[in-house]
């Protein structure tokens, strides 16, 4: 199974992207899906989580700019980001808890990264 992110990209403050996330690969169910952000020298942090029954929560830096969402036919999880500010600059990473076969364990899965890039 691989995470496969897209989306990224530079853009002035205030304006709008939206990430993509797509899981391929044969999978028995995937439960949460997130994005996480990091900037160099910094820890990864938690921007958005969705649920397989669509619960989201948010990190506070982002709460009513960021709206994450899923497509349980495509396997994909979005990340619709409003009125980004320059400190949302950050390599946003998607990851997924994905169970590959019935009796299988739960693992997480990563993408490789997409790079944003909000100009002041």
């Known amino acids: 199974v691989q995470l496969q992110a897209s989306g990224g990209g530079l853009v002035q403050a205030g304006e709008s992207l939206r990430l993509s996330c797509a899981a391929s690969?044969?999978?028995?169910?995937?439960?949460?899906m997130g994005w996480s952000r990091q900037v160099p020298g910094k820890q990864r942090e938690l921007v958005a989580r969705?649920?397989?029954?669509?619960?989201?929560s948010y990190a506070d830096p982002v709460k009513g700019r960021f709206t994450i969402s899923r497509d349980n036919a495509k396997n994909t999880v979005y990340l619709q980001m409003n009125k980004l500010k320059p400190e949302d600059t950050a390599v946003y990473y998607c990851?997924?808890?994905?169970?590959?076969?019935?009796?299988?364990?739960?693992?997480?899965?990563w993408g490789q990264g997409t790079l944003v890039t909000v100009s002041s």
């Open positions: 690969g044969s999978v028995f169910r995937i439960n949460d």
């Open positions: 969705i649920s397989p029954l669509g619960t989201t």
């Open positions: 990851n997924a808890d994905i169970t590959l076969m019935w009796n299988r364990p739960t693992r997480d899965y």
